[in-house]
């Protein structure tokens, strides 16, 4: 077989996705990014996996004939261009992206009929939402007859530490106008608005959010009106949120000097948990199907997708053009059960009690 290319694999994501894969697929792992030393030290630090490294600045490849040896490529980063995607294309590279910014997957999904021609495949929303929500909608619409609305709530655990891109991006959209989908219209929407009342661990209120599965599912399914919205694992914050909301105080939160003095309090704070959950409510006019899937670590869940649609696409045939992860796997239980053997704190429950 030929090669997988991690690129932005020495990140907390992409080591994790480099060392699982590393076992099943043994001296064909490439932990790719612009910092050689970064790269070096995660294979150092996974030394028994023999894994290789590249310098690769993807945003000013001059020479993509790298890919000629390269079977897949699972992207951790957002670029600033689609050059390298449209090489991957050219090159019939299967290509998996764990972005969860929209505007970076419509850029792609732009590709799809040069995927299609070139019949190549790439895979978008891979992670815990974009990525199993998705899953996990797609599943329940099956259980039902002419669903009219998806209703995604998100759980997180402030306790988790994360990467400053993953933070400025939750600080941009705290105080966001955004626009959403209804019933084949468009309205614009606030986020940390319309509560919703649902259970993960205990009731509490989730608040809408631009997470970008709810988009993705817009383009891709006919359910009326899909929304997403967000709850932290502390009450308090989430209450806090809301209301400076209504006040229009959480603008600050858009302020790059603001946000530069947040950074570091959110990535040294002592609080919260690593939490995470989904619950997932499906229903049409006079009947509902609800999932849920918890567990710890967000970063880590996201790993275990990438890696189990990695396996998923180098072992089955895949159909071409620029898919989201629903439109991908066949067999949802099924992926879902393996992505529980990763780590035995993920709970899922599918069918209704």
């Known amino acids: 077989m030929k090669d997988i290319l991690i690129v932005g694999g020495y990140g907390a994501v992409g080591k994790t996705i480099s060392k699982i894969l590393s076992r099943e697929y043994p001296g064909k792992i490439i932990i790719a990014g612009r910092s050689h030393t970064k790269a070096t030290a995660a294979a150092e630090e996974l030394k028994e996996r023999n894994l290789r490294t590249a310098v690769l600045d993807i945003n000013n490849v001059q020479d993509f004939s790298f890919l000629n040896t390269t079977a897949l490529v699972i992207m951790c980063i957002d670029q600033e261009n689609s050059r390298f995607v449209e090489a991957c294309i050219k090159m019939q590279v299967k290509y998996i992206d764990i972005s969860a910014n929209d505007q970076v997957l419509q850029k792609i999904e732009a590709l799809n009929s040069n995927a299609i021609s070139c019949q190549s495949t790439l895979i978008l929303s891979v992670g815990l939402a974009p990525g199993i929500s998705n899953l996990l909608v797609k599943h329940a619409a099956n259980q039902l007859s002419a669903p009219i609305e998806a209703k995604i709530n998100v759980l997180l655990g402030l306790g988790e530490k994360h990467g400053d891109n993953a933070y ?3 600080f941009d959209n705290i105080h966001s106008n955004y626009s959403l989908k209804q019933n084949n219209q468009h309205i614009q929407v606030k986020s940390f608005t319309s509560p919703h009342k649902a259970t993960l661990d205990k009731q509490r209120a989730f608040y809408l959010f631009n997470f970008s599965d709810q988009h993705a599912l817009a383009r891709t399914m006919d359910i009326p009106t899909i929304r997403t919205r967000l709850a932290f694992d502390i009450n308090f914050i989430t209450r806090l949120l809301a209301g400076l909301r209504k006040t229009g105080i959480t603008t600050i939160f858009n302020n790059k000097k603001v946000q530069d003095l947040l950074l570091p309090l959110f990535s040294k704070a002592m609080f919260g948990t690593d939490k995470y959950g989904l619950n997932i409510e499906v229903t049409t006019t006079n009947n509902n199907h ?17 890696a189990e649609t990695a396996r998923y696409a180098l072992e089955n045939v895949l159909p071409h053009g620029v898919k989201h992860l629903h439109e991908i796997i066949a067999d949802i239980p099924d992926f879902l059960n393996r992505i529980k053997t990763y780590d035995n704190t993920i709970k899922i429950r599918l069918e209704q009690q």
């Open 168 to 170: 400025k991006w939750t």
């Open 290 to 306: 609800q999932c849920i899937l918890t567990g710890n670590g967000e970063g880590l869940i996201t790993a275990y997708v990438a």
